[in-house]
């Protein structure tokens, strides 16, 4: 078709129910590019923990100029309970960050119809976090040395550089201004005496560039101790590596599941693919029994559509699911009974109804 936007996705479904939910996300995503002029040609790739125990790898020696010709990566779950975790993760997720400079790791957090907040009367949360992904505590610095003797020891260091607190900091300032033009930055720099005051001070000479947005500085144990006690006063909320992973698990615990919420790994220039995905994990426990919830992967989807500047098409796939949650559909982790299929079909008949007449 002539002039229609054409995209080419790289989607690895992965492990356990990363294999159920991954096809959900992709048929809503179809059913949409029908209705709102593109096309997507998707290259499945089935790498993961089956491809380690087949060829010692969890991705092919090239993967990553494998997906380099594509415009994103769509991820469903890593990780099997034989295989370590730092195995799985620095297989295959972390190289792809790194190589393909995703630097955001962006977590919306919202409370989805038919979700239950654990705090008492908590029934409205928008909140977002932006996560540096590629620096900071998760570098490959350090080692181990006398392995296996009463004196062995390890050493892990932490990488703050100039232009990476930059970059994230001009991200979540940017974006705090189309919203709120509040940024709380996440530190500990009455702890750490180096790396956290040398991300505060970049922080806020950063933000200081962007009318109309101030940033607060809190330190993470008081943000933690905040998000559970006063969630409604965070915003934006821009965190080094570390504290981003474990912040962002906390306000989707928050908004009562951590098993709906998305996330993005973003190379905002577009000079190299971006990868999306749910945060939960491969479930092996319910695997295969066709009950898995699809909202995380469908979000994700959406959040790949939005990048991509199909921002209709993924406000319509954010419509349908929140839409089909409302209306009572609901997987059994949520305290429904849809099946994944199920849930699916109920998303799949608003995917292809105009959103403005979505009812639930």
Request: proline share 6%; aromatic share 6%.
């Amino acid at each position: 078709m002539t002039g229609t936007r054409q995209y080419t996705i790289d989607v690895i479904a992965g492990d356990g129910i990363g294999q159920e939910v991954m096809p959900a996300a992709l048929r809503c995503v179809d059913a949409l590019a029908g209705a709102h002029g593109f096309t997507v040609r998707w290259r499945e790739r089935d790498w993961g923990s089956d491809h380690y125990r087949a060829h010692g790898r969890m991705m092919p020696a090239d993967g990553i100029e494998q997906l380099a010709s594509g415009d994103g990566v769509l991820l469903g779950a890593i990780g099997d309970p034989d295989i370590p975790d730092d195995v799985t993760l620095w297989g295959l997720l972390i190289p792809i960050r790194r190589e393909f400079h995703q630097y955001v790791n962006l977590r919306p957090i919202r409370i989805l119809p038919g979700v239950t907040s654990p705090l008492r009367g908590l029934d409205e949360l928008d909140l977002v976090v932006v996560r540096e992904n590629i620096e900071g505590e998760y570098s490959e610095v350090g080692g181990r040395i006398y392995r296996g003797r009463p004196e062995e020891m390890a050493v892990q260091e932490s990488v703050f550089t100039r232009a990476g607190v930059t970059r994230i900091a001009r991200y979540a300032a940017e974006l705090a201004q189309g919203r709120s033009g509040r940024l709380i930055s996440a530190t500990k720099s009455n702890g750490i005496i180096h790396t956290m005051p040398f991300w505060d001070e970049v922080v806020e000479a950063t933000v200081a560039e962007h009318p109309g947005v101030t940033v607060e500085k809190v330190l993470i144990d008081a943000l933690a101790a905040r998000m559970v006690l006063k969630p409604r006063s965070v915003d934006v909320v821009v965190a080094p590596n570390l504290f981003g992973d474990i912040l962002s698990d906390l306000a989707a615990g928050v908004a009562g599941s951590i098993g709906v919420a998305p996330s993005a790994n973003l190379n905002p220039e577009k000079t190299h693919p971006s990868m999306f995905e749910p945060v939960h994990g491969s479930a092996p426990d319910i695997a295969g029994q066709g009950i898995a919830n699809p909202v995380g992967t469908m979000w994700a989807a959406a959040m790949m559509l939005d990048h991509l500047g199909e921002e209709e098409a993924a406000r319509h796939l954010e419509s349908a699911f929140e839409q089909a949650m409302a209306g009572g559909t609901l997987t059994g982790d949520l305290g429904g009974t849809a099946s994944t299929e199920e849930f699916t079909q109920a998303v799949l008949a608003r995917c292809t109804t105009a959103p403005r007449a979505l009812t639930p």
